[in-house]
Structure formats: structure tokens, C-alpha cells
């Protein structure tokens, strides 16, 4: 049962234009939400992150929204740059286990 | 640059052969996890521990899989005997109870043939 999903296995962007990439989960109990990166042959990075009493939260050119009642996030890379081609994993934290459940990734590559 | 360190980076082994796979987590760090990437599941939640002690195992197959902090700076995951089905990436990753985001280390690609 996966209670975080990533629906897009893949996503391609032209250089400079916006990124959007989305994932849904199932889980109302889920309240802090997160975003890595994942480069080839490396371990994830984390990106960004938001808390449920949010519904936004930036920094620099990612923007992560959030929308409860739908049990939606989606971040937003503006502008794409080529070095943001990479796998992007969203997860979900119940709070207090600390345990992150992840989706199963959207490969984005930004076009030059 | 505090990182965290996985060896081997690579691995192939025969089915049925035990497998040891270590992790270093941050000097520091109080919350340790490991997880396995596949095409299907994503990152998959094997096992994780807080201050040493196991709080959830319940991602691991029980019968061939085992983890254990023996200490503060080791972390191991152990699979016997391994299976083909095993062959993944497995990363571990630490970071502070309550922290923003954890640090991964760079994984060991595992195969089992």
C-alpha cells in the first residue's frame, strides 16, 4: 500500500521555463512533508521541506505548496537549470517516529 | 564536511552467500535508518534506530534480514542468506531527532546473482 505517491515516473523541462512536479498521499496523520534529490551513483539530498500549519514555503528558486484537503504538494523549480536534472523523492513524517515514507520518485531532465 | 559513510560501495554475491553491508552515520547523530531503493517501491523503510535502541523493523523481511547499532558510530545491515529479489541499492542515513531533513550516505548497490 503506497501512502506516498509519485504518479509521473518522468518529467521533461526546457531550460528556463518552470518545473512542476507532483506527489499525493493518503495519509492524514502525515503533518511535515519533504523533498531530496537524488544525483546518479549518490544518496539523496535533502531539499526542502513543509509543515502542515503551512501551505508554502520557498527557497531561492524551489517552492514547495501544499494542499491538506487534497493530500497534495507539489514542488516548483524556477528557472530550470540543466544541474536540476535528477530523480526528486517527496516523503511524509508522522510526527513523533520521525520515519519518512517516500514515493517512488519523477526523474526530471532539463533540456538545454 | 560531515558525512555519512556506507561500505562496501558495491557488492556481488552468490544466492544463499550471507551479506554485511556497514554504515558510519554522523558523529552526533541520534536517529540511523536504512532503506532500500527499488524500481517499483521507491525508498523502502527497512529498519530504524533512535539512541541505538531499534524503534521499527517492520519493513524487513524478518527471516533473512537483521540490523543492529553495536555502537554509536556503526550501523549493519545483514541479510542471510541473500536471495536475487535482494539485489538493490540499500542507503543508510542519520540525522538529529526533530532535525530538518536527514543525511544520506552514497548507498551499496547490491547484487545477487
Known amino acids: 500500500d503506497q501512502q506516498v505517491k509519485q504518479n509521473s515516473p518522468s518529467l521533461s523541462v526546457q531550460e528556463g521555463r518552470i518545473s512542476i512536479l507532483n506527489c499525493d498521499y493518503t495519509?492524514?496523520?502525515?503533518?511535515?512533508f519533504l523533498w531530496y534529490k537524488k544525483y546518479p551513483a549518490e544518496g539523496p539530498t535533502f531539499l526542502i521541506s513543509i509543515s502542515s500549519i503551512k501551505d508554502k514555503n520557498e527557497d531561492g528558486r524551489f517552492t514547495v505548496f501544499l494542499n491538506k484537503s487534497a493530500k497534495h504538494l507539489s514542488l516548483h523549480i524556477v528557472p530550470s537549470q540543466p544541474g536540476d536534472s535528477a530523480v526528486y523523492f517527496c516523503?511524509?513524517?508522522?510526527?513523533?517516529?520521525?520515519?519518512?515514507?517516500f514515493g517512488t520518485g519523477t526523474r526530471l531532465k532539463v533540456l538545454a | 564536511d560531515a558525512r555519512v559513510t556506507q561500505t562496501p560501495r558495491h557488492k556481488v554475491t552468490e544466492m544463499g552467500q550471507e551479506v554485511t553491508m556497514r554504515c558510519q552515520p554522523i558523529l552526533g547523530h541520534n536517529t540511523v535508518f536504512w532503506y532500500r531503493q527499488t524500481m517499483m517501491q521507491g525508498l523502502e523503510l527497512l529498519a530504524y534506530?533512535?539512541?541505538?535502541?531499534?524503534?521499527?523493523d517492520s519493513g524487513m523481511p524478518k527471516d533473512r534480514f537483521s540490523a543492529e547499532m553495536p555502537d554509536a558510530t556503526l550501523a549493519t545491515l545483514k541479510i542471510q542468506p541473500s536471495e536475487p529479489r535482494d539485489s538493490a541499492v540499500y542507503f543508510c542515513a542519520s540525522g538529529l531527532t526533530g532535525g530538518d531533513g536527514y543525511t544520506f550516505g552514497s548507498g551499496t548497490r547490491l547484487t545477487v546473482v
Open positions: 516523503a511524509a513524517l508522522y510526527s513523533g517516529t520521525y520515519k519518512y515514507i
Open positions: 534506530f533512535r539512541n541505538r535502541a531499534p524503534l521499527d
Open positions: 495519509n492524514s496523520m502525515f503533518d511535515y
